[in-house]
Every structure is written in C-alpha cells, then in structure tokens.
C-alpha cells in the first residue's frame, strides 16, 4: 500500500494525475454544451452532438442508446490512449539507479515492489476513467431524462483493456528499461489488433501457410482491442454480448504478461 501510495504521489508530482484529470474534465465540459436534446410531445426527439443532428424524428430511447454507444466508443479509444500515455513511464522511473535501490534496499519483495507499482498505476487511472465514464454519464442523464445504466459498464471495459495492455507494457518496461520503447510497441499491438479481425483477408496475400499460422496466433496471444470494444458498444446498447472470449482472453494475458514481468524482475541485478 505504501508503494501504491507513492505511485500516486509520483503522478502528482509529474502532474501526470493532474493532466489527465483536466483532459477528463474538459471532455466532459464539451458534452454539456454539444449534447442538445428537443423533446417531442415526451415520446420523440430530435437530438445533436458537436453540432451533428438526426436526419427525422425517431424514438428517444433508440437514439439516445445510439448516441451513449457512439460515446462509449470515443471515451474507451480515447480513453485507453490517454491511460497509455500517462502511465508509460512509471515502471522504467522505478527501475532507475537511485530509485530502485531505495525499493530493495527495504524489507520487501520484488514481487510487492512489481505489484505495487502495477495497483498504483491501475489505481491512478481507474480513477481519472470513472469519473470521466460518471460524469458524462451523469451530463448525459439529466439532460435527456433516460438512465442507461449499461453505459457504467464502458468504464470497466476500459479498466480491463487498459490492463492487459499496461501489463504488456510492464512487461516491455522491465526488460527494455524504456518508456517511449514501451509506449509505442504498446501502441502498435493497438492499432494492429483490428487488422487481425480481418486475417481471413490476409490470407489470400500470402505465400506460405505458416504466414497464417503466425497471424492465427497473434490473434489468439494478444489483447482484441477492437472486440472488446464492441463489447463496450454492446453492453452500453443492452445488445446480448455475442462472445465474451476477447473479455477472458485479455485478463488471462494481462495474468501472464504480469507474472513473466515479475520474473525477469526477480532475475535483474541492480
């Protein structure tokens, strides 16, 4: 709890915590002066957001779902980007000379040091999701009078995503010592995983099977962010979830990532 408490503190001192905090305000902000909602005789709507408004009048539940899933799906990419962002650099601060012969220098394991670190940064931004995830939420209740309360749901779905994939990245930050290095592979695995989704594609470009193989198997190995976020799209719509294997998948990678980290780790010699 002590190192959680002093990964809150380090964001605090970076203004890490704080910028992002001001970027969840802001965005919340927005909402309040881009969501306009007409009521039509209690039973109909004409709805905009930034300015974009529905072409006819339609049912308000269907257009202010449509509206939240529209949202969810803007606040889980942006949401995990920003989360990224903010926490790359914590595990290569922790293993800097200096730093981490405080840490081991204490009466505590590198597996307390590890986790404790990796709960405190999880902390920080769960934080900073929820109460961007609540705000709007809230922003988007009271001004069109219908609690969907499926689009609390966004927030835990961008927990779980940012989890797996900030457990790869801890695991890219053990071994590298680098938080740019860490960022930006985490980044690409991101914006690589919705091409996995079309590899049936894929396939007819290439020459040899084992081209296959290796995309089936990244596909299975790492984190589907683009089907969690339809999940997200799903749960926000009260949609039955289709399959839930991407949800399960990415908790047991972030699982093994996070214990691999934690054994190259124990193996280092500072």
């Not at 909602?37 to 974009?52: E, N, P, R, T, Y």
């Not at 394991?109 to 920080?124: H, K, M, N, P, Y």
């Not at 926000?236 to 980290?261: C, D, E, K, Q």
Request: hydrophobic share 55%; with cysteine.
């Amino acid at each position: 709890m002590a190192i959680v408490q002093l990964t809150f503190r380090e964001s605090l001192a970076k203004k890490t915590f704080m910028g992002f905090l001001a970027i969840s305000t802001f965005i919340c902000l927005l909402f309040i002066f881009a969501l306009n909602l007409d009521i039509v005789d209690g039973a109909q709507s004409s709805i905009s957001l930034f300015g974009l408004e529905a072409p006819e009048l339609v049912e308000l539940n269907k257009i202010i779902l449509g509206v939240e899933a529209g949202v969810a799906i803007l606040l889980f990419t942006g949401g995990i980007f920003m989360s990224l962002f903010a926490t790359s650099n914590l595990i290569p601060a922790l293993l800097q000379p200096g730093f981490i012969d405080l840490f081991i220098s204490k009466p505590v394991s590198r597996t307390e040091i590890i986790a404790g670190r990796f709960i405190g940064s999880l902390a920080i931004v769960a934080f900073n999701i929820f109460y961007l995830i609540v705000f709007t939420f809230l922003i988007m209740s009271l001004k069109t009078g219908i609690w969907n309360w499926g689009f609390l749901l966004a927030g835990l779905m961008i927990l779980i995503t940012f989890s797996a994939l900030f457990a790869l990245m801890t695991l890219l930050g053990v071994i590298s010592g680098s938080g740019p290095f860490s960022l930006m592979l985490t980044y690409l695995i991101l914006f690589f995983s919705p091409l996995l989704l079309q590899r049936d594609q894929i396939y007819a470009l290439l020459n040899a099977r084992i081209y296959g193989y290796i995309l089936d198997g990244l596909y299975y190995l790492l984190p589907k962010t683009a089907e969690l976020g339809k999940i997200t799209e799903e749960l926000v719509r009260g949609i039955g979830v289709y399959n839930w294997m991407p949800i399960w998948s990415a908790v047991l990678f972030g699982i093994m990532t996070f214990i691999l980290s934690t054994y190259i780790f124990h193996q280092k010699d500072f």
